[in-house]
């Protein structure tokens, strides 16, 4: 059975910095892309950063390119996401994905950017 837990959310306040977990059971996520998505309420979830299946090429939404970092850890099974220079408008629910068929979703973990 394929698990994702989502971790490491919480409450910055703008400027701060975040670093999102998603570890994996079930799966090696070395055979697999990555990627991180965010959800607002009454929005559907808007992709944010994907890592390959290497870990060598990353790409991201434009409104984290430069801010958010993508990475995985293939020995420990985990994939992350690093948040930088926190802005108010990145306050969502983050889940995490396995880009497999059919894909996997985390549970999702919190952040909230505010002041």
């Known amino acids: 059975q394929v698990q994702l837990v989502d971790s490491g959310g919480g409450s910055v306040q703008p400027g701060g910095s975040l670093k999102l977990s998603c570890a994996v059971s079930g799966l090696r996520i070395s055979e697999y892309v990555m990627s991180w998505y965010r959800q607002v309420p009454r929005k559907g979830r808007e992709w944010v950063a994907r890592?390959?299946?290497?870990?060598?090429?990353?790409a991201y939404a434009n409104v984290v390119k430069g801010r958010f970092t993508i990475s995985k850890d293939n020995h420990k099974n985990t994939a992350s996401l690093q948040m930088n220079n926190l802005k108010p408008e990145d306050t969502a629910v983050y889940f995490c994905?396995?880009?497999?068929?059919?894909?996997?979703w985390g549970q999702g973990t919190q952040v909230t950017v505010s002041s």
């Open positions: 890592i390959s299946v290497s870990g060598s090429d990353q």
């Open positions: 994905r396995v880009d497999s068929t059919p894909g996997y």
